[in-house]
């Protein structure tokens, strides 16, 4: 009876921490395909010469890349969501959500209210607005740090108040 109490204790703890771990790498998976999706925006924006948007959706628990694109029939430009081999619409994991998210506009408050005030910017000069996304599980935390001035993206474990003075910040000296 012992040695069945005691392999159920064991079992027990073993599951509490494989789904914690679990847990864990999910939103670690989610912040690294932020990161990702972040990258390939700038590519695109640069590359397709226009301006596209990193939407992050709080309600739908996702993020998504919209851009501009040229609508044969009706012969005008749509802002359309960017799906390709390189870039989906990703939903966060289980539980995942957007605890807290600041954005910045690069070219000031005009553009800004003209959209949703979830949208970081990719300008095609490489450029994007300055954003901080944290995302989390209740547990733990994963913090998304967009730099404006070459849209560097980096991605940090821990809340956003650990990194906030980060955000407008700019060392055109620092090296990489």
């Known amino acids: 009876m012992l040695v069945v109490v005691i392999l159920a204790l064991v079992a027990g703890f073993s599951g509490s921490y494989y789904m914690g771990t679990y847990k864990k790498e999910s939103l ?43 609508d044969v029939s009706s012969q005008t430009k749509k802002q359309k969501s960017i799906r390709n081999p390189y870039c989906r619409k990703k939903i966060l994991g289980d539980g995942i959500e957007f605890e807290f998210v600041d954005i910045a506009p690069a070219l000031g408050e005009s553009e800004a209210a003209l959209d949703d005030n979830n949208c970081i910017h990719f300008y095609p000069d490489g450029s994007c607005d300055s954003a901080v996304v944290q995302m989390g599980n209740g547990r733990h935390s994963m913090t998304a740090l967009f730099s404006s001035a070459y849209a ?25």
């Open 152 to 176: 560097k993206i980096t991605v940090f474990e821990g809340v956003a108040d650990d990194i906030e003075d980060t955000l407008r910040l700019i060392d055109l000296d620092a090296a990489d």
């Open 28 to 70: 670690r998976t989610s912040a690294k395909a932020l990161l990702l999706m972040g990258k390939f925006a700038r590519m695109y924006a640069i590359e397709q010469g226009r301006t596209c948007q990193l939407r992050l959706d709080g309600v739908g628990k996702r993020f998504y890349l919209v851009g501009p694109v040229f």
